[in-house]
């Protein structure tokens, strides 16, 4: 619950001190003489030397009406009297003061809806708290916004009563009793005066909805003012990109039953016709280059009217003449309408004004991080032209390192220049560090613990530093690593890895092999443009190869061949392209990795080769098709052959659905799954939101369809040998990782295929 009770609602104490002086007895006129003592009565709680603090007048100061005066605003300002008088015996001051009763307690009875800790310190804040004194204006004000937020919730039936318990020593309980009732669900949402488009399409638009089986979850029907605001605009700006220009929403309605349980919402509208577009055209000042900005035009003509697209043009033609040093440009869209035929013409009119460049970049809010941290990720430069494509390429890289929670760049004008700009960076901390400690479940790990502690920005730096530790019945692992983004001034970042690995799979025997493996790294990364970095690097690392009854044949094979233990030093090199809107729940976008890991030193030689390509298309409205392809190929190298316990898997999540975890490829005789040198995967999904969540992509449904394998070296990868499969699932964005539920069928599989149709795991990719 916001701190509403600071910022809305209450005037500081002072204000109603001021009034209640006015409202004092007033004092008589006494000559001024000299003051001999002054004596304060009625104190209980407060300390004299407040008293004394506050009066304008000392022993020995000329004693007037006016500074009586003064000081009766003076003590009633503090707050803490509630009557304040003074009494002249001689030539002595008698303050007379009658404290304010103290807050003792302040207690809720019947609170559901608000957090009761944050409505404390709302209140503290406010200034009704233990200890604090009591107010019964404050008090009032209290309850009546309380009110106000019950109300904003669609709680119409709620009530709140405040009662106030004298106690000893002048001390006061507060009380705050709620009876909050039923929330106010949307019962009926009709559109008046559509024809062209039907009243079901267009409330599919709108967030707010009538109550269904998921409102529960979204509340999105509870009546709010600021959706149906929303709600509104969506609603225009639907027709006015469907070339109706003069749209019109002419009244919105709310009516409330008498029992405050069901609300109805009726918006009449006014459709106009629809205008297509006949001419564009530039007018104004576009510095010589109106070719240059011909192609930025989003409009064509013979094209319905379309408001976004109109909008988007007048915002790159800003954005271009910002990339030429004009941070002042102005850009208006000037229609001429013909209603007779339902045609209008848009005038572009440019007026560029004057050029600048940047003197100054300041940056305000980091309290925590270091300046240098946020400006190495500008690539707009101090002394320079102003450059309006950098100044947004660098907000938006400060915004992607991930420690504020809001970042800003606004444009001052210096006074007394026409062609000088300061840059003020105002950003927002957020806590970087993090300390999880939990436990998991998957279908395939069963149930799993982990512990880590993480800092994203040690010690302000930018740097990174982790410590993990996981387990689970297949696999554990206990990783040191560190990673220090601009460990050259250009920008190519280092990371270092220390790593214990255990892995314990099972085979058909019911016994356990245990493979083992140490080692460490230090990768580089080079970005060679704002989407492109490549990344190399040199490891070592050891396996051991457990010895146990039913170990697999393949590890038996290789530990008897070359021994249990095995060293290599891999070289790796890889490059990643993300152009992805979303990193957990994207919907537009493209996603390419490469990966090769080359084996030059150690008893062991191998090349490993990992590849994939992600892309997302927006297909209509909040419907998503992402597709996703990786193919991976391992080869041995001097002589000998690829090792298995660099094998690839396949089947489960994140590969080929419906199969069970790791199961696909060739199985051991023990009836151990050991992977293969080879395999590739195709994945699509359709994604649709679920009903009732409005525009919320954390929560989705989508169908899939996956095919795949994986192949032995030597062995032939075809298409027969495929598996494949599809169904449904459901995608949770959940606080505690991404989660995937999936549910399928297999279309080709073998005979010796482990099916497994249900399956979940929190913290999946693709």
């Known amino acids: 619950m916001p701190s509403f009770f600071t910022d809305r609602l209450f005037r500081p104490v002072a204000v109603v001190a001021f009034f209640a002086a006015f409202a004092a007895p007033p004092v008589l006129a006494v000559e001024a003489f000299v003051l001999q003592d002054i004596r304060v009565e009625g104190l209980q709680r407060t300390d004299p030397g407040t008293v004394f603090a506050a009066l304008p007048f000392r022993v020995g100061d000329n004693y007037t009406d006016d500074k009586a005066a003064a000081a009766l605003r003076a003590l009633?300002?503090?707050?803490?009297?509630?009557?304040?008088r003074i009494e002249i015996d001689g030539r002595v001051a008698v303050v007379v003061v009658e404290e304010r009763p103290v807050i003792e307690t302040v207690s809720f009875v019947g609170l559901k809806?608000?957090?009761?800790?944050?409505?404390?310190?709302?209140?503290?804040?406010?200034?009704?708290?233990?200890?604090?004194?009591?107010?019964?204006?404050?008090?009032?004000?209290?309850e009546q916004e309380i009110k106000r937020q019950y109300l904003s919730r669609s709680l119409y039936g709620a009530e709140v009563v405040t009662t106030i318990t004298p106690t000893d020593r002048n001390r006061v309980n507060v009380s705050f009793a709620m009876t909050e009732g039923d929330a106010a669900r949307i019962r009926e949402i009709r559109i008046v005066g559509a024809k062209v488009f039907s009243e079901s399409t267009l409330t599919a638009l709108m967030d707010l909805t009538t109550s269904g089986w998921l409102t529960w979850y979204t509340k999105n029907d509870r009546y709010s003012r600021a959706k149906l605001n929303a709600d509104l605009d969506t609603l225009r700006a639907y027709y006015l990109n469907r070339g109706y220009l003069e749209f019109n929403i002419e009244t919105a309605q709310v009516t409330i039953s008498p029992d405050k349980q069901d609300i109805s919402v009726t918006i009449t509208v006014k459709e106009g016709q629809p205008y297509t577009v006949t001419a564009v055209r530039l007018a104004g000042d576009y510095l010589g280059k109106e070719d240059e900005f011909r192609q930025l035009i989003g409009v064509r003509a013979g094209e319905p009217y379309r408001a976004a697209v109109v909008t988007a043009t007048t915002k790159a033609f800003t954005d271009r003449f910002g990339s030429f040093g004009y941070a002042f440009a102005r850009v208006d869209a000037r229609t001429e309408i013909d209603r007779a035929n339902g045609q209008v013409a848009?005038?572009?009119?440019?007026?560029?004004?004057?050029?600048?460049y940047v003197r100054r970049i300041d940056v305000a809010g980091n309290t925590r991080?270091?300046?240098?941290?946020?400006?190495?990720?500008?690539?707009?430069?101090?002394?320079?032209?102003?450059?309006g494509e950098r100044i947004k390429l660098s907000r938006e890289r400060v915004d992607r390192l991930g420690y504020f929670k809001d970042v800003n760049v606004d444009t001052n004008e210096v006074a007394g220049t026409a062609d000088q700009v300061d840059l003020a960076v105002s950003v927002t901390e957020k806590p970087t560090g993090n300390l999880s400690l939990g436990l998991s479940f998957s279908s395939a790990d069963r149930l799993a613990l982990s512990a880590a502690i993480k800092q994203d920005n040690v010690f302000g730096s930018g740097n990174y530093l982790g410590f993990q530790v996981n387990t689970s019945r297949l696999s554990r692992s206990l990783v040191l690593s560190t990673v220090d983004p601009y460990f050259t001034v250009d920008g190519i970042s280092r990371a270092l890895d220390l790593y214990y690995r255990t892995s314990r799979p099972y085979n058909s025997l019911g016994n356990q092999y245990q493979i083992t493996n140490p080692g460490g790294s230090v990768r580089f990364g080079v970005p060679f443009s704002e989407y492109d970095t490549v990344f190399f690097g040199i490891g070592v690392e050891q396996t051991n190869i457990g010895s146990s009854a039913g170990i697999p044949n393949q590890y038996f094979d290789y530990r008897f061949r070359y021994g249990?233990?095995?060293?290599?030093?891999?070289?790796t090199l890889g490059w990643a392209r993300d152009q992805r809107d979303s990193a957990l729940a994207p919907t537009a976008g493209r996603y390419q990795r490469a990966n090769v890991e080359w084996s030059v030193a150690g008893d062991v030689r191998f090349m490993r080769t990992n590849l994939q390509y992600q892309q997302f298309f927006p297909i209509w409205q909040r419907i998503t098709l992402g597709i996703n392809s990786e193919l991976g190929w391992g080869m041995g190298l001097g002589g000998r052959p690829y090792p298995v316990f660099k094998n690839f898997y396949g089947g489960g999540l994140g590969s080929v659905r419906v199969f069970e975890q790791n199961s696909l490829g060739v199985?051991?005789?023990?009836?151990?799954?050991?992977?293969?040198?080879?395999?590739?995967?195709?994945?699509?999904?359709?994604?649709?939101?679920?009903?009732?969540?409005?525009?919320?992509?954390s929560l989705r449904i989508f169908g899939f369809a996956d095919a795949g394998n994986v192949w032995r070296d030597g062995e032939r990868m075809t298409v027969d040998s495929l598996r494949s499969s599809a169904g449904i699932g459901l995608s949770w964005i959940s606080p505690v990782g991404p989660l995937k539920i999936s549910w399928g069928s297999p279309i080709r599989k073998q005979a010796t295929d482990r099916i497994q149709r249900f399956q979940f795991q929190i913290g999946t990719a693709f």
């Open 113 to 142: 809806e608000f957090d009761k800790d944050t409505l404390i310190k709302s209140l503290k804040d406010s200034g009704i708290g233990e200890g604090l004194p009591f107010d019964r204006a404050l008090v009032d004000r209290a």
């Open 564 to 571: 249990p233990v095995s060293t290599a030093v891999p070289l």
């Open 76 to 84: 009633f300002a503090t707050g803490l009297f509630k009557d304040v």
């Open 667 to 697: 199985i051991d005789p023990t009836g151990a799954y050991v992977g293969g040198a080879k395999k590739a995967n195709l994945n699509a999904e359709l994604y649709l939101p679920v009903p009732g969540t409005g525009n919320d992509r």
């Open 369 to 387: 991080t270091r300046d240098e941290v946020v400006r190495r990720e500008f690539r707009q430069l101090e002394s320079s032209w102003y450059d």
């Open 346 to 356: 848009l005038v572009l009119a440019a007026e560029p004004q004057r050029r600048v």
